[in-house]
């Protein structure tokens, strides 16, 4: 049976990237989890200062869609992380690929990166 991996890359501005992951770590992604959303990996890209990934697996492009409705739908969405988040993001673009389960399991084990300033 094939999964689906969602991949999100978002253009943020490099002087608010240190905040988006903040938010992302405290406060969406821990949302997406109690949600029943399946974030396998998110971070601050290694090869840039204003790119942030996301990815995330569903069972089925119907179930991705539902869950980003209820998501943003959702009031601590739209009262907590709606207007900083979407303030930080310059451009983003998102990619579904077909995953095997074995794909998913690995990516999920993956230890989250802590941001690494460099200032």
């Known amino acids: 049976m094939s999964e689906l991996v969602e991949m999100r890359l978002f253009k943020v501005d490099a002087a608010t990237r240190d905040e988006f992951h903040r938010i992302s770590h405290e406060g969406t992604v821990p949302l997406m989890r109690r949600l029943g959303i399946r974030v396998l990996a998110y971070g601050p890209a290694l090869n840039n200062d204003d790119t942030y990934y996301l990815l ?30 979407m303030a930080m993001i310059i451009d983003y673009r998102i990619t ?24």
């Open 96 to 119: 579904v690929m077909p995953a095997t389960p074995a794909l998913v399991a690995e990516l999920a084990a993956q230890p989250a990166r802590p941001l690494e300033r460099t200032a």
């Open 56 to 85: 995330r697996a569903f069972s089925s492009e119907e179930q991705r869609k539902q869950q980003a409705t209820i998501l943003y739908a959702s009031p601590q969405w739209e009262s907590e992380f709606d207007t900083p988040v």
